[in-house]
């Protein structure tokens, strides 16, 4: 069912041509029992209130790091970073402490985070061979785990988006040597948050591509390159199919734009148990319709708009490379809201695929019109245990929650508590906010249902809340988390990924309960 509009065609060969097994760093990781030949930079990673001494070190070297250390409150707490160059009969030019504080303790996320910082500090030095040594980390399993996780961090943040730089500067292109003890154990975790890394990329690469370039049929295009290869079944439904099934919330977003509506469906079937669903916000641009957004710096973000599909590829990717044994497909309504003499009108009515009728009150509401499709999709072709929707919906979620925390809404104990676990693990925050006692927040005079209501974002999720219908649903609104305007942690600055370590994590919870 997989159809190429004619309009995307050259667009679509450039990109993919590209990008179809898309190599996002330059950098390269290999673990190994051994010292790595001439490192030109040595890092250590130095437990709390270790001596610092490695195997080989003159007592010249010693003294001189045990005096840098003091010199600097150097504790080996968990962050802490010092430098020294030219170090004392050392070959390497520059010697790196990392503190990794009481090991057993360090959680992944911080040790991504210490990666990420490691990254910035190599990259503003001429630094090319880096040996990273874990032998001061007593425990050889946790010296592996260690070492893959903040491998993992350094590769998040040297992503770079430079395909428009008509001279891009240099990415990252160093080689990073890791010595451990336990290769094979530090070597699978790794391969295993290097699938990971993959998804967050892909989920990046989608949200950074500008409306006029990553339109419905591109995008659904490129996830296809990017998912097909690792043995993930994907469908592409052409304008006309979304029609047919009588998906006309979904088409209606897109009847005013060149780019008309496409759904994507990808599913990784790792195992046999019931599948779950992921239905991702994938509006490719967002003008606001009639509704037109008047701010000239919110407009110019609207790219990030489909972030949410953008995630939910990036999970089933993630998913895939670590062939997880899961069961899951990622549902990906696909639209562009432009204005032109066809588009919808305030006050217009749409019939979903459910045959529900919804007053569009707001046609800068649109990412609800285009998810309720997706729902109903994912409920009525594939029958899923549990359904996430998540998307870049609602200013109303930073007002309650700022920008640390998306929003999450369900009545599923199980479903909250394993998503705040997934959020926990990755860092990728999900606050509960209620449903209920929200009595007619929705209701229409001329219609099954209204687009809009208030407060905000309960509108919005009690909207989705009818098309799960029976199915256990939550609603994850990552409003502002899609894009930073400045690097920090693991993050570049662009496109954040968002949303894809939180849905793969939960989808393997959930899984295992």
Request: net charge negative.
């Amino acid at each position: 069912m997989r159809t190429l509009k004619l309009a995307c065609m050259f667009f679509c060969a450039l990109l993919i041509a590209g990008t179809a097994n898309a190599q996002y760093l330059q950098t390269s990781t290999r673990f190994a029992a051994q010292s790595a030949a001439q490192a030109d930079t040595l890092v250590v990673l130095v437990p709390a209130d270790a001596t610092v001494a490695l195997d080989g070190w003159s007592q010249a070297t010693r003294d001189q790091v045990a005096r840098a250390m003091h010199a600097a409150g150097f504790t080996g707490a968990a962050g802490q970073q010092e430098l020294l160059l030219a170090p004392i009969e050392l070959p390497a030019d520059r010697l790196v402490l990392m503190g990794v504080g009481q090991t057993a303790e360090l959680p992944r996320h911080r040790a991504e985070t210490m990666g990420a910082a490691l990254s910035v500090l190599i990259n503003d030095s001429t630094a090319n061979i880096i040996e990273v040594n874990t032998q001061l980390i007593a425990d050889t399993g946790e010296a592996a785990r260690i070492a893959a996780e903040i491998a993992h961090g350094i590769d998040l943040r040297n992503y770079r988006f430079d395909r428009y730089k008509s001279a891009p500067e240099p990415r990252p292109a160093q080689s990073y040597h890791w010595q451990v003890a336990a290769v094979s154990d530090a070597q699978q975790a790794y391969d295993l948050l290097s699938a990971m890394a993959q998804g967050v990329f892909t989920a990046r690469e989608l949200t950074n591509l500008p409306g006029g370039d990553g339109f419905p049929a591109a995008f659904a295009e490129y996830a296809l390159q990017q998912l097909a290869p690792l043995g993930v079944d994907v469908t592409i439904l052409n304008p006309e199919q979304v029609l047919e099934l009588g998906m006309g919330s979904l088409y209606g977003v897109s009847q005013g734009s060149q780019h008309k509506a496409h759904l994507l469906v990808a599913h990784w079937k790792g195992s046999d148990d019931p599948v779950i669903a992921l239905v991702g916000k994938g509006n490719t641009f967002d003008t606001g319709g009639y509704n037109i957004k008047t701010d000239s710096a919110s407009i110019l973000q609207m790219q990030s708009d489909k972030a949410g599909g953008a995630a939910v590829v990036g999970a089933v990717k993630a998913l895939a490379g670590q062939r997880a044994a899961v069961n899951v497909v990622a549902v990906v309504p696909l639209s562009q809201n432009a204005i032109s003499g066809e588009a919808l009108l305030p006050g217009d009515v749409v019939t979903a695929g459910n045959g529900k009728t919804i007053e569009v009150a707001s046609t800068d509401a649109e990412g609800r019109l285009i998810l309720a499709d997706g729902i109903w999709y994912a409920r009525h072709h594939f029958n899923p245990r549990v359904i996430a929707d998540i998307a870049t919906l609602t200013g109303a979620k930073n007002t309650a929650l700022g920008t640390a925390y998306s929003a999450i809404f369900t009545n599923e104990p199980e479903i909250r508590d394993s998503l705040t676990l997934a959020g926990e693990l990755t860092q990728e925050l999900v606050w509960p906010l209620p449903l209920d006692n929200y009595s007619g927040i929705i209701d229409s005079r001329i219609a099954d249902m209204r687009n809009s209501g208030t407060p905000g974002a309960q509108a919005g999720a009690i909207f989705l809340q009818q098309f799960a219908e029976e199915t256990p649903w939550v609603h994850i609104d990552m409003a502002s988390e899609a894009l930073t305007a400045t690097a920090s942690g693991i993050n570049p600055a662009g496109a954040t990924g968002h949303g894809v370590r939180l849905l793969a994590e939960w989808v393997k919870l959930f899984s295992d309960q």
